[in-house]
């Protein structure tokens, strides 16, 4: 079992940055993707940016070139720093671990970002 903490979500007005922190329980040494989701209310789920173990990364169209996904491996930490934010971006943004061998998947708790018009 692996847990995921997600840290970083809050308040801000249009235009400003936050930082999203999503540390896993324990280090994962099958070949894996990390990701972030949001869901705003009465919306499906919706992928916002993935990167793999390798370092690959895959953005969302609505946040390229606003939003930076990294991760540190040693760390167990992967980063999602968004710039540039909208109301629109306004959701629940969920932390994913997809570990590709098993095709399972962990989810975190979820963290608050409110952007504000």
């Known amino acids: 079992q692996v847990q995921l903490v997600e840290s970083g979500g809050g308040l801000v007005q249009a235009g400003g940055s936050l930082r999203l922190s999503c540390a896993a329980s324990r280090s994962i040494v099958s070949i894996n993707a990390m990701g972030w989701y949001r869901q705003a209310p009465g919306k499906q789920r919706e992928l916002v940016a993935t990167?793999?173990?390798?370092?690959?990364?895959n953005y969302a169209d609505s946040v390229k070139g606003r939003f930076t996904i990294s991760r540190d491996s040693a760390k167990k930490v992967v980063y999602l720093q968004m710039n540039s934010l909208k109301p629109e971006d306004t959701a629940v943004y969920y932390c994913?671990?997809?570990?590709?061998?098993?095709?399972?998947?962990?989810w975190g708790q979820g963290t608050q970002v409110t952007v504000s018009s």
């Open positions: 990167i793999t173990s390798s370092g690959s990364t």
């Open positions: 994913n671990l997809h570990i590709m061998i098993s095709a399972r998947d962990y």
